[in-house]
């Protein structure tokens, strides 16, 4: 087959939205030309997306395929164009399972919008199992909470038209094996943070780890990477000041080779996300060679290998006390099982994988259409 001409619309270009879509425009032996609009007012993106988009590419009809990411309203965007090209959505996340930070249920306008925005399309995708699961079982309840007429054939519907592509994440080649030799064992373990700073990662709870080690006289040095956001996020600001002496760095890496370098001084990656569909940088770390200390939920039991399941997920904050009290140095056979396990997530091995979707949605809708 002659290489598609795939158009990409990514109203949210920043963060784990544009790693994904820069490594796939990469990686894929198609076409891709991004059409996208900066990572901010995400409320506003998915009600100005569609109409902005629209302005943006007028017709359509000049790609074989359309590919949105998740706050493109697909259904506003298919009623303004009216076309036949085949519209593939790809799901980083969903409003109906988004924990909000003052703990209040969804609004149901942001759900209904990403319920419809998936119907439009012909093929729906999910960054993981865990994610289209959990949106089809919260989906369920949400209709069986609507006043009348309650749609509960959606449902039916999403599970049909919907599969799981990891994102592909753009790793090293290499087992990162550097440990800082320089450091004393006695030291303890350097504790990675490379999530955003922000209330969905859980920044407080990692907070409150720390004081729980520093109460019980276990030693730890400190790697605090991530998105900052332009106002610093009140829990880091607090860890700098409680802890400075074991902070080896403090700051957002301004390279791929300097954010690798970092990782590679990482002992344990740790995470207390209350919302994580994924979790690329949790494959970074363990790519790198750092240890998985993930809570047991969400997409981490997914990410995770087999043989770490149960020393790689913690139960609380106790338990993971305890896993970083008890914690010895992995060898280069640990580190590189972690590297190989990661590769399967990796955009070089998943770029085939989404090309023969894309194949397939393009040939398909063709062929429907002669018919």
């Known amino acids: 087959m002659n290489a598609l001409r795939i158009a990409y619309l990514e109203p949210f270009y920043g963060g784990s939205h544009k790693r994904f879509v820069d490594g796939l425009i990469s990686y ?5 030309e991004l059409f996208s609009l900066p990572d901010r007012f995400w409320k506003w993106r998915t009600r100005g997306a569609a109409p902005a988009f629209y302005n943006m590419l007028s017709v359509p009809e000049a790609y074989d395929l359309i590919v949105a990411s998740d706050m493109v309203n697909l259904a506003e965007l298919q009623g303004l164009w009216k076309t036949e090209v085949p519209l593939v959505q790809y799901m980083h996340e969903n409003q109906l399972t988004y924990p909000l930070e003052d703990g209040s249920e969804p609004d149901a306008n942001y759900v209904m919008t990403d319920l419809l925005s998936m119907l439009a399309a012909d093929r729906v ?3 993981t199992n865990f994610h289209r699961t959990a949106l089809l079982q919260a989906a369920d309840a949400f209709v069986l909470r609507l ?8 449902v039916s519907r999403l599970a049909e038209k919907s599969e799981v592509l990891y994102p592909g994440v753009q790793l090293s080649d290499r087992v990162a094996a550097a440990r800082a030799n320089e450091r004393s ?3 303890g373990p350097v504790l990675l943070w490379n999530h955003r700073w922000e209330y969905d990662k859980q920044p407080n709870v990692f907070l409150a780890l720390l004081r729980l080690l520093r109460k019980q006289g276990t030693p730890f040095l400190l790697l605090l990477l991530g998105d900052r956001a332009t106002v610093p996020h009140s829990d880091m600001i607090r860890i700098e000041q409680e802890f400075p002496l074991q902070i080896v760095f403090s700051g957002y890496a301004e390279s791929s080779i300097a954010y690798e370098r970092w990782l590679s001084r990482a002992d344990i990656a740790f995470s207390a996300a209350i919302q994580e569909n994924f ?3 949790a494959v970074e770390a363990m790519s790198a060679g750092c240890a998985p200390l993930f809570p047991r939920r969400l997409a981490y039991p997914e990410i ?3 043989s770490w399941q149960e020393r790689g997920l913690y139960d609380g904050l106790e338990d993971a006390a305890a896993r970083i009290a008890a914690w010895t140095p992995l060898d280069d056979s640990e580190r590189g099982e972690l590297h190989h396990h990661c590769r399967q997530f990796s955009m070089n091995h998943l770029a085939s994988r989404y090309d023969a979707l894309f194949e397939r949605m393009a040939v398909g809708k063709a062929g429907a259409r002669r018919r």
Do not use: C, E, T
């Open 304 to 306: 995770v290998p087999a």
């Open 185 to 187: 064992p006695h030291a």
């Open 147 to 154: 006043p009348d007429f309650k749609p509960g054939w959606i």
């Open 28 to 32: 894929s032996r198609h076409s891709l």
């Open 279 to 281: 979790g690329i940088a």
């Open 125 to 127: 995708v999910f960054n």
